[in-house]
T-cell receptor
Framework: DAKTTQPPSMDCAEGRAANLPCNHSTISGNEYVYWYRQIHSQGPQYIIHGLKNNETNEMASLIITEDRKSSTLILPHATLRDTAVYYCIVRPPEGNTPLVFGKGTRLSVIA | KAGVTQTPRYLIKTRGQQVTLSCSPISGHRSVSWYQQTPGQGLQFLFEYFSETQRNKGNFPGRFSGRQFSNSRSEMNVSTLELGDSALYLC??????????????FGNGTRLTVT
């Protein structure tokens, strides 16, 4: 599986956009990019995923570079409740490979 | 739509005992996976079940086992508990086999403490 690299921590002011980067330079052409977050004492929460195109849902936007070697998760208007550890994960298309969680990025949203 | 439900939420056991954890997936989801989370090792994959069959297994000893029922509900069992088994045990479900374009949705876990 492709390995991902994320900064260990980031701060963001409340109400501003939070841009979380992820490097996945060894990604294969058919592997998906997934983002999850985990708030203390809760299970990981699915945010968004994509293959080649940029994706947007009610929680966030996912921007994948044209060469697919990196991506950015964008929380458009961060709130205090967005404080969490964010995980970027690369998944192959076959249905027999589990999620491999790295250390993620600890995002602190500051009032 | 109800999310993934795990019971119990908290559990305290003593060394040598065994424990059974339960997971009800999102309605319509047929794949259930289990993960262990500890501060030292992070999130680690235990096993995946689909259509009542174990499809994939992580690197855990045989004391860890599981099963899936015809209604997709799943249980995991840990026998002869050790102190190191203290962890948050997470269940996740997905529509299809865990991979590719089928997101996993996690429950809030069972916090197991072994004393």
């Amino acid at each position: 599986d492709a390995k991902t690299t994320q900064p260990p921590s980031m701060d963001c002011a409340e109400g501003r956009a939070a841009n979380l980067p992820c490097n996945h330079s060894t990604i294969s052409g058919n592997e998906y990019v997934y983002w999850y977050r985990q708030i203390h004492s809760q299970g990981p929460q699915y945010i968004i995923h994509g293959l080649k195109n940029n994706e947007t849902n009610e929680m966030a936007s996912l921007i994948i570079t044209e060469d697919r070697k990196s991506s950015t998760l964008i929380l458009p208007h961060a709130t205090l409740r967005d404080t969490a550890v964010y995980y970027c994960i690369v998944r192959p298309p076959e249905g027999n490979t589990p999620l491999v969680f790295g250390k993620g990025t600890r995002l602190s949203v500051i009032a | 739509k109800a999310g993934v439900t795990q019971t119990p939420r908290y559990l305290i056991k003593t060394r040598g005992q065994q424990v059974t954890l339960s997971c009800s997936p999102i309605s319509g989801h047929r794949s259930v996976s289990w993960y262990q989370q500890t501060p030292g090792q992070g999130l680690q994959f235990l096993f995946e079940y689909f259509s009542e069959t174990q499809r994939n297994k992580g690197n855990f000893p045989g004391r860890f086992s599981g099963r899936q029922f015809s209604n997709s509900r799943s249980e995991m069992n840990v026998s002869t508990l050790e102190l190191g088994d203290s962890a948050l045990y997470l269940c996740a479900s997905s529509l299809a086999r865990a991979g590719g374009n089928s997101p996993l949705h996690f429950g809030n876990g069972t916090r197991l403490t072994v004393t």
